[in-house]
């Protein structure tokens, strides 16, 4: 059971660190970076719920397991999607940073 | 005791990479080690008995998502070296506002209901009909088809985003990946050599994940990686996005998927239910189309929107 409590803490850890760098990164690749780990603690913790529901001879409940593999899958699409967007700003602009006490009139 | 000492140590492990990896100066530096993180993330998705989600892990959240990130931290690599202008006092808020979000989550695990809620006995009765014997396998194939459908339409409406961000001049060229054409490297040698024996692995990976943990997904992601470094190697041509054949792989997988749902209205009457005793062939069918649809479509996602007519 305490594999269970340690990888939840775990996971809220990265949560954490994921919304601290979401917040003070202002390049969108870091952020992007940011929202993955984010999105991998959160994965984390349905990981936790699944190991807590190991029965019938399982190790996990096979429910949240095939809803996280659906999850990284959507996460994938989505980073994909940022990605282009960010390089087509990047090609467009010259850069692609958020920070905008730098911004030239 | 070992176990657990093992345990601690992932557990530490992948909070030091992970919190490094957001403070990581570098960009490229930072991508790396996110990427080194996720393969660290799917060893604990072992230590919790889910070996699919740990193959999926290592293949599209490490693998797939830090290739992409890699070439996008290659090319704004020149916005890399900004001094971060912010207070003092708004990365003490930031720290502290994060904390007390990481330790509500954490004290959440004290407040869980004490009798674990499960669906692994109701999953097991009825798989043997599947004749799957993956119980992840089987929810992503029968109990939750209609996640699986929408996730593939997902991947498709993803590159559909992607290729829609070309410049109208450049519609129906080629992706703007970038080549590495030297006749005597490494890579070239392994664009050679390496693609047979990953292409083998692939059929076998998604043969098996009827039965052990594998499937069509990391099936696919195999496959989509020897045919990106063939690409980059250029030993074969990056496609047109014009090119006929190429949308037939594309739309192959989710085409299958919808019309052997549709034969559920026919033979047991529901969208998506599979005849009696056909269900493992048709899921092996819609598998395999599947499997090639994923690896094209990752490919492309990860060779970026088209670029010019000429190039490539």
């Given at each position: 059971?305490?594999?269970v409590?340690?990888?939840?803490?775990?996971?809220?850890?990265l949560?954490?660190?994921a919304?601290?760098?979401l917040?003070?990164?202002?390049?969108p690749?870091c952020?992007l970076?940011?929202l993955?780990?984010l999105g991998s603690?959160v994965?984390?913790?349905f990981?936790?719920?699944a190991?807590?529901?190991?029965?019938?001879?399982l190790?996990g409940?096979?429910?949240p397991?095939?809803?996280?593999i659906?999850?990284?899958?959507?996460a994938?699409?989505?980073?994909a999607?940022?990605v282009?967007l960010l390089l087509?700003l990047?090609?467009?602009?010259g850069e692609?940073?958020?920070d905008q006490e730098d911004e030239?009139? | 005791?070992?176990e657990?000492?093992?345990d601690v140590?992932?557990?530490?492990?992948?909070?030091?990479?992970g919190?490094?990896?957001?403070i990581a100066r570098?960009m490229m530096?930072a991508?790396?080690?996110?990427?080194?993180?996720?393969?660290?993330?799917s060893?604990?998705?072992?230590r919790l008995?889910?070996?699919?989600?740990?193959?999926t892990?290592?293949?599209?959240?490490?693998?797939?998502t830090?290739?992409?990130?890699?070439?996008?931290?290659?090319?704004?690599a020149?916005d890399?070296?900004?001094?971060?202008?912010?207070?003092?006092g708004?990365h003490?808020l930031?720290?502290?506002?994060a904390t007390?979000?990481?330790?509500g989550?954490?004290?959440?695990a004290?407040?869980?209901?004490?009798?674990p809620?499960s669906?692994?006995?109701?999953?097991?009765?009825?798989?043997?009909?599947?004749?799957?014997?993956?119980p992840?396998?089987?929810v992503l194939?029968?109990y939750?088809s209609?996640?699986?459908l929408?996730?593939k339409v997902?991947?498709?409406?993803a590159?559909?985003?992607v290729w829609?961000?070309?410049?109208?001049?450049?519609?129906?060229g080629?992706?703007?990946?970038?080549l590495?054409?030297?006749?005597?490297?490494?890579l070239?040698?392994?664009?050679?050599t390496?693609p047979?024996?990953g292409?083998?692995?692939?059929i076998?990976?998604?043969w098996?994940?009827?039965?052990?943990?594998?499937?069509a997904f990391?099936?696919?992601?195999?496959?989509?990686?020897?045919?990106i470094?063939?690409?980059?190697?250029g030993v074969?041509?990056?496609?047109?996005?014009?090119?006929?054949l190429l949308?037939?792989?594309?739309?192959?997988?989710p085409l299958?998927?919808?019309?052997?749902g549709?034969?559920?209205?026919?033979?047991?009457g529901?969208?998506l239910?599979y005849?009696?005793g056909l269900?493992?062939?048709l899921?092996?069918v819609?598998?395999?189309?599947l499997?090639?649809?994923?690896?094209?479509?990752?490919?492309?996602l990860?060779?970026?929107?088209?670029?010019?007519?000429?190039?490539a």
């Amino acid at each position: 059971m305490s594999a269970v409590l340690l990888f939840w803490l775990a996971g809220s850890g990265l949560i954490g660190l994921a919304v601290y760098g979401l917040i003070v990164n202002p390049h969108p690749l870091c952020k992007l970076l940011a929202l993955n780990l984010l999105g991998s603690g959160v994965f984390l913790l349905f990981g936790v719920i699944a190991r807590r529901g190991a029965a019938a001879g399982l190790g996990g409940d096979p429910v949240p397991q095939a809803l996280v593999i659906t999850g990284i899958v959507v996460a994938f699409s989505a980073t994909a999607i940022a990605v282009a967007l960010l390089l087509a700003l990047h090609a467009e602009a010259g850069e692609a940073s958020l920070d905008q006490e730098d911004e030239e009139p | 005791m070992m176990e657990t000492g093992f345990d601690v140590v992932l557990a530490l492990m992948l909070l030091g990479v992970g919190g490094w990896s957001i403070i990581a100066r570098n960009m490229m530096t930072a991508v790396i080690i996110f990427i080194a993180y996720g393969l660290l993330l799917s060893l604990a998705w072992v230590r919790l008995h889910a070996v699919d989600v740990s193959l999926t892990e290592a293949a599209i959240g490490s693998g797939a998502t830090g290739l992409l990130m890699v070439i996008a931290a290659h090319k704004v690599a020149g916005d890399s070296q900004r001094v971060v202008r912010l207070s003092r006092g708004f990365h003490v808020l930031a720290a502290v506002f994060a904390t007390l979000v990481a330790i509500g989550i954490a004290s959440l695990a004290f407040v869980l209901p004490g009798a674990p809620v499960s669906l692994a006995a109701p999953v097991l009765e009825r798989l043997p009909e599947s004749g799957l014997g993956n119980p992840v396998a089987g929810v992503l194939f029968v109990y939750r088809s209609f996640d699986t459908l929408l996730e593939k339409v997902v991947l498709l409406l993803a590159l559909i985003g992607v290729w829609a961000l070309a410049r109208d001049q450049d519609w129906g060229g080629v992706p703007g990946l970038r080549l590495f054409q030297h006749p005597h490297s490494v890579l070239m040698l392994l664009a050679r050599t390496l693609p047979p024996i990953g292409f083998v692995f692939a059929i076998y990976m998604t043969w098996a994940g009827a039965d052990v943990p594998g499937g069509a997904f990391q099936g696919g992601t195999v496959l989509a990686a020897m045919w990106i470094l063939v690409m980059v190697a250029g030993v074969r041509r990056v496609p047109r996005v014009s090119s006929p054949l190429l949308r037939l792989a594309i739309v192959a997988g989710p085409l299958v998927f919808l019309a052997i749902g549709f034969l559920g209205f026919v033979a047991p009457g529901v969208f998506l239910a599979y005849p009696d005793g056909l269900a493992k062939p048709l899921i092996v069918v819609m598998e395999v189309a599947l499997t090639l649809s994923i690896a094209v479509i990752l490919g492309l996602l990860i060779a970026g929107p088209p670029r010019a007519k000429d190039s490539a």
